[in-house]
């Protein structure tokens, strides 16, 4: 008899973009001639740059003839694009990887969702509260958050992001396993300071915590001090696991790839605290089992990004979307209302007018001004009283989607 993992029996469903869709079926419904416009997409709507779509064009063709064919790859991905990454990415900030450090995967999610696999079920973990939801609920699959009352996990410790301390969580004030920070942040579109972040890395040094730290956003930073990657902060690479993608960084959200840091001088400890255990060589034995590379092409796709008219071209899409961001903060702050982020992130964490729910925002905003958003408390409790917008849309819809809002909020 085949028993289940009953772990997965205590998911909350996330029903947070099918409810989403549903309130705007029903509004087109009972508004059929409306043209309701999103600032809700969290997915890039720009399409790849010229470099990169050369690249895959000639990895193809690569592909087509015997002496270019590529079958497997190396698990932790081809050596061209580890090296590229390691020269650009990190030597650039001074920052020295090898590449046996870097690993080559399908996108962040994977490998955030996954790398909980190198600890054991019994550690405590930490969250930012709102918070990307494949943090916790890879960690409910394995029974390491415990069990659920009022919206909580008994094994997670929940630090909230508030407008009160600048959405830089507090430090716990006691010693918790393995910490999850996500930086420029989804959803708030905020950012740490190195002073803040270095004050998270002395307290992984100081607890012994392992920190998961996910830069999927570090090429949206736009102001010279903030940093890109833990490793910019000294003893990072002692505690710190991080995961880039260039799902947001180049528009690959189609394309799957990304990659995860694993410096060779993380360690963790046995149960009897005798060994002191290197995670690389254990994350290497994790992907060379379970993961057999990402393919060729998008790995030729992703190197492409790094040469000097791949680095502009990204460079100019990404201003697009900052420039949306700009001119919806612009707009919205015009019009009275509170809002976070969208600076150094393509997202901003709006909030509601005269403590209106997040909910009943998102359906007024619907009605009021065709505008469809996130209601903020779909990614955690100190979600409530905001909304998220992004900045991935065309110029043009965000246009005219705040023209609406404005007359909306005006009327
Ligand atoms: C979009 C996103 C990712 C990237 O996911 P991919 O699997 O690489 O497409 C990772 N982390 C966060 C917080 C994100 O919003």
Redesign the pocket.
């Known amino acids: 008899m085949a028993l289940i993992n009953e772990h997965y029996l205590k998911l909350s469903k996330n029903y947070l973009f099918a409810d989403i869709a549903k309130k705007v079926n029903a509004f087109k419904v009972s508004h059929p001639k409306s043209d309701v416009i999103s600032l809700g997409i969290?997915d890039v709507t720009r399409p790849l740059c010229p470099a990169v779509i050369e690249a895959m064009h000639k990895a193809v063709d690569d592909m087509s003839v015997k002496e270019r064919f590529h079958g497997y790859g190396p698990e932790q991905g081809y050596l061209f694009l580890r090296e590229a990454i390691v020269k650009h990415d990190f030597l650039s900030r001074g920052i020295h990887l090898d590449p046996s450090e870097i690993f080559v995967n399908d996108?962040?999610?994977?490998d955030?969702g996954n790398i909980g696999e190198l600890v054991r079920w019994d550690n405590s973990i930490g969250v930012t509260d709102p918070i990307?939801p494949v943090y916790i609920d890879s960690n409910v699959m394995c029974g390491r958050a415990g069990s659920q009352t009022d919206g909580k996990w008994s094994n997670v410790t929940y630090m909230p992001c508030s407008e009160e301390n600048g959405f830089v969580p507090q430090i716990p004030d006691r010693r918790v396993d393995i910490i999850y920070l996500?930086y420029p942040n989804?959803p708030t579109g905020t950012v740490i300071s190195k002073e803040e972040l270095k004050k998270w890395v002395n307290y992984a040094l100081k607890n012994d915590t392992l920190i998961f730290y996910?830069a999927?956003y570090e090429a949206y930073i736009q102001d010279d001090d903030i940093p890109h990657s833990i490793y910019e902060i000294k003893g990072a690479k002692k505690v710190a696991i991080e995961?880039h993608?260039y799902?947001?960084t180049a528009g690959f959200?189609g394309v799957r790839c990304?990659y995860t840091v694993v410096p060779k001088e993380l360690t963790a400890v046995t149960l009897d605290g005798k060994q002191r255990v290197p995670l690389n060589p254990m994350w290497d034995r994790r992907q060379c089992t379970k993961f057999n590379g990402t393919s060729y092409i998008s790995q030729r796709a992703a190197e492409a990004i790094y040469t000097p008219e791949g680095k502009q071209q990204v460079r100019e899409t990404i201003q697009y979307y900052m420039d949306n961001a700009r001119m919806m903060r612009d707009t919205l702050i015009r019009l009275g209302l509170k809002v976070y982020g969208g600076e150094n992130a393509p997202y901003l964490w709006v909030k509601t007018p005269g403590g209106t729910d997040s909910w009943k925002f998102f359906e007024q905003m619907l009605y009021g001004a065709q505008v469809v958003c996130t209601p903020g408390v779909g990614f955690g409790p100190s979600g409530e009283g905001f909304v998220r917008l992004t900045s991935f849309g065309n110029h043009e819809d965000c246009e005219r989607a705040l023209s609406r809002i404005s007359t909306w909020m005006k009327g």
Do not use: L, P, V
């Open positions: 969290g996108g962040a999610k994977s955030t990307y996500c989804n996910d999927a995961f993608s799902s947001k959200t990304g």
